[in-house]
């Protein structure tokens, strides 16, 4: 699937991210970087807990990333990790392996529109 820059971001919510910065940027930086600490640690245990089936903890895990990425404006990822979640929640494990690997896709196209804004 094709993504515009418009369905990974929510721009509303990078601009007031920015609007926090001081004059450097340095603030909409960290909070990225932060971001892009965590993700790895997340992503790999949404894997891990769905190679084992794991749905309460998948749901918990995919719900944090859902959060992560809400907070810097990654809408399309955080789309993805919440129907992940609400699929674990209710039992549902069919189609969670495509999601996932969806994610990472998506994570490396947020990345790169992010870089444009």
Request: glycine content about 6%.
């Amino acid at each position: 699937m094709e993504y515009t820059r418009e369905d990974l971001l929510d721009l509303s919510i990078i601009q007031g991210l920015k609007e926090m910065n001081d004059d450097d940027n340095d603030f909409f930086k960290e909070i990225l970087d932060l971001y892009n600490e965590q993700y790895p640690d997340l992503y790999n245990k949404i894997v891990q807990t769905a190679k084992n089936n794991e749905l309460d903890s998948l749901s918990k895990y995919a719900h944090a990333l859902k959060g992560a990425s809400l907070n810097i404006g990654a809408k399309e990822l955080a789309g993805i990790c919440k129907t992940i979640e609400l699929n674990s929640k209710n039992g549902i494990s069919e189609g969670n392996q495509e999601l996932i690997l969806k994610i990472q896709q998506v994570y490396q196209l947020t990345l790169d529109a992010m870089k444009s804004v």
